[in-house]
């Protein structure tokens, strides 16, 4: 039996935080290290595979076929470290990796066989953590969630009209002197 916490338990607020949307914020980033217990306590040194390298693996397992910045647009990990796991996955046997015949820039990514034994064996892994994390939340509760998830992921991903991240730009540290933000 499962020890839970009321519905009508708040946690405790970060310290030095109070309850205010920073503290909402520590509890978010909170949870993301929580989900991420599983990974790496079943799946991580079993297989020797990275976070990234598992993301990628699962993305394109869902997908059949898809492309690295495809990769990163639907993960949110950047292109850098998505490009440093998609050479991992192909240097392990894992992971092919093709031009486009069609566009020369563009290279699909394709799982291996080996790459789709490691995709059958750690989705229904990824179901098991999604199913446990959502169990004390009615269908209607979940997709509220599910909802208020998507918009927050739209604010963050919100782009002016020359392209640049509002997320970013509005985020942007003030200089030592708080006189206003520090350019790059």
Same mark, same amino acid.
């Given at each position: 039996?499962?020890?839970?916490?009321?519905?009508?338990?708040s +946690?405790? +607020? #970060?310290?030095?935080?109070?309850?205010?949307k920073?503290?909402?914020? #520590? =509890?978010?980033?909170k @949870?993301?290290?929580? @989900?991420?217990? +599983?990974?790496? /306590?079943?799946l991580?040194?079993?297989?020797?595979? &990275?976070?990234?390298e598992?993301?990628? @693996?699962?993305?394109v397992?869902? $997908?059949? =076929?898809? %492309? &690295? #910045?495809?990769?990163?647009? $639907?993960?949110?990990v950047?292109v850098?470290?998505?490009?440093?796991?998609?050479? %991992? $996955?192909?240097?392990?046997?894992r992971? @092919?990796?093709?031009?486009? !015949?069609?566009?020369? =820039?563009?290279?699909?990514? /394709?799982l291996?066989d080996?790459?789709?034994?490691?995709?059958?064996?750690?989705? +229904?892994? &990824?179901?098991k953590?999604?199913?446990?994390?959502?169990s004390? $939340?009615s !269908?209607?509760?979940?997709?509220?969630?599910?909802?208020l998830?998507?918009?927050?992921?739209?604010?963050?991903?919100?782009?002016?009209?020359d392209?640049?991240?509002?997320?970013l730009?509005?985020?942007?540290p003030?200089d030592?002197?708080?006189?206003?933000?520090?350019? !790059?």
């Amino acid at each position: 039996m499962r020890a839970t916490a009321g519905a009508a338990d708040s +946690p405790p +607020p #970060h310290p030095g935080l109070g309850g205010n949307k920073a503290a909402l914020l #520590h =509890r978010l980033l909170k @949870l993301t290290n929580r @989900l991420m217990a +599983p990974f790496s /306590t079943h799946l991580q040194h079993r297989y020797r595979i &990275s976070l990234n390298e598992f993301r990628v @693996l699962m993305t394109v397992g869902a $997908l059949k =076929r898809t %492309a &690295s #910045h495809e990769v990163a647009e $639907l993960t949110g990990v950047n292109v850098m470290s998505i490009s440093r796991a998609v050479a %991992a $996955l192909e240097k392990d046997g894992r992971l @092919l990796v093709e031009p486009d !015949d069609a566009n020369r =820039r563009r290279k699909w990514l /394709t799982l291996t066989d080996e790459g789709r034994r490691l995709y059958t064996i750690m989705r +229904p892994q &990824s179901e098991k953590v999604a199913e446990y994390m959502l169990s004390e $939340l009615s !269908d209607g509760e979940v997709a509220q969630l599910d909802r208020l998830v998507m918009q927050l992921v739209a604010t963050l991903e919100a782009r002016d009209d020359d392209g640049n991240s509002l997320f970013l730009e509005n985020t942007r540290p003030e200089d030592d002197t708080g006189q206003g933000a520090i350019s !790059d």
